[in-house]
């Protein structure tokens, strides 16, 4: 079991082009997410109320996470480079779905526009994998599409563990911010990175709390260091 920490505060199937430049995905087998994860992703209130969710990166490591919202009856808009299925996930709901929009972090504004298209309404929830240089631009550009107070779960790579002066801060600070960081797992005598699954469950976790209003929290997946029997590198 990989370990958890939460620190507070501080193309199998054809797809049908859209007008947004992009895809609606269908779901696939592959990688399900656990029910229990997906409990939390239902909607509130009188459950007929669309929710929409900005996932950048969902078509990648994220993809569970995708599913999980869209089994909970999520519309959900992936901006990315790249076209890929998404996984399917139990859930109670059939009205969720995934629309994939060509994008590019080099081009945040473009990235923006297009997900405004596909989006249909405010995002209630942002979760964002982007690399070090393109993360605040393209925050930035995407933050006039959060609905106010729409909580955001950012997932930062293992070098983030390291940064001599500590965690990255959240680029949105209206919003509250839920950060994964990712770290190592320790396997004998070395260390390994984290598998799709731990990725996928540490991830999901923070959406949970995003989603129940918890206070802003950095979530350490793993060890944040590689180490060996000679001593942490």
Not at 20 to 30: E, L, M, W
Not at 93 to 100: C, F, I, K, V
Not at 103 to 128: F, I, Q
Not at 158 to 170: F, I, N, Q, R, W
């Amino acid at each position: 079991m990989v370990g958890l920490r939460w620190m507070s505060d501080r193309g199998s199937r054809a797809v049908r082009s859209s007008s947004y430049g992009g895809a609606v995905i269908p779901a696939t087998g592959g990688i399900t997410a656990s029910h229990n994860h997906t409990t939390a992703f239902r909607r509130r209130g009188d459950g007929t109320t669309t929710r929409h969710a900005l996932v950048i990166g969902g078509t990648g490591m994220l993809s569970a996470c995708t599913s999980a919202l869209v089994a909970e009856g999520w519309h959900v808009v992936l901006p990315s480079r790249r076209y890929a299925p998404i996984p399917t996930t139990p859930g109670n709901s059939g009205t969720g779905r995934a629309l994939w929009v060509a994008a590019d972090w080099s081009d945040p504004t473009g990235l923006a526009k297009r997900a405004k298209r596909a989006l249909g309404g405010p995002v209630e929830l942002l979760v964002a994998w982007v690399h070090r240089e393109h993360r605040a631009a393209v925050l930035h550009e995407v933050a006039p599409l959060l609905a106010p107070g729409a909580p955001i779960v950012e997932v930062h790579g293992s070098a983030a563990a390291v940064l001599l002066d500590g965690y990255p801060e959240p680029v949105l600070p209206d919003h509250p911010t839920q950060q994964v960081v990712l770290g190592f797992v320790p396997v004998g005598r070395t260390s390994r990175r984290l598998s799709h699954e731990e990725i996928s469950a540490g991830v999901m976790a923070a959406v949970e709390r995003a989603l129940a209003g918890k206070p802003p929290a950095v979530h350490q997946v793993g060890e944040p260091r590689p180490w060996s029997t000679s001593g942490r590198s």
